[in-house]
């Protein structure tokens, strides 16, 4: 039985039901949204001892203006909880490799700032985060529009 398209129940008026293709699809994204990132982290705990989600915070914050962000704003872009990112901040603030500091426009915020330390370990970390990319995701795409595909899934993600 399908739990997309549950049966026998009818879809409410005006809900077309999904196609084979269409539920392949949704299982596949529904997989994929939890495996690839599993997979990849995998890969980069083994290869470099960096956990996936702190590789994104320090490539967020290497791509900010001063490298440096409040820590809202990184918890925003590594889609994480304000209180997920100050654990990792605190684990990456203690190996070096970020600092936090007073915001100072306000003195209530702070901000997670990449240090050269923390710049240097990224640039160590990145050709295994490439590989793991392309292997784990990229490679599987062969033949597929990419640009068609990364319109749509901005679009979904809105």
Not at 41 to 52: C, G, I, K, N, S
């Amino acid at each position: 039985m399908s739990t997309v398209t549950p049966q026998p129940t009818m879809p409410p008026e005006g809900v077309q039901p999904l196609n084979p293709d269409e539920e392949a699809l949704v299982r596949s994204l529904t997989r994929v949204m939890y495996a690839l990132p599993r997979a990849i982290d995998a890969d980069m705990v083994r290869e470099q001892r960096l956990p996936l989600i702190d590789y994104l915070a320090l490539m967020h914050l290497s791509e900010a203006a001063d490298r440096r962000l409040r820590m809202s704003e990184l918890a925003a872009a590594c889609e994480m909880s304000l209180s997920g990112m100050s654990r990792v901040v605190h684990r990456l603030e203690s190996q070096g490799l970020i600092q936090r500091i007073r915001c100072e426009q306000d003195a209530r915020g702070w901000n997670a700032v990449l240090t050269d330390a923390g710049l240097t370990r990224l640039q160590e970390a990145w050709p295994t985060s490439l590989a793991a990319v392309r292997r784990q995701f990229l490679d599987h795409l062969t033949g597929v529009d990419l640009r068609k595909l990364s319109q749509a899934l901005q679009d979904v993600a809105i």
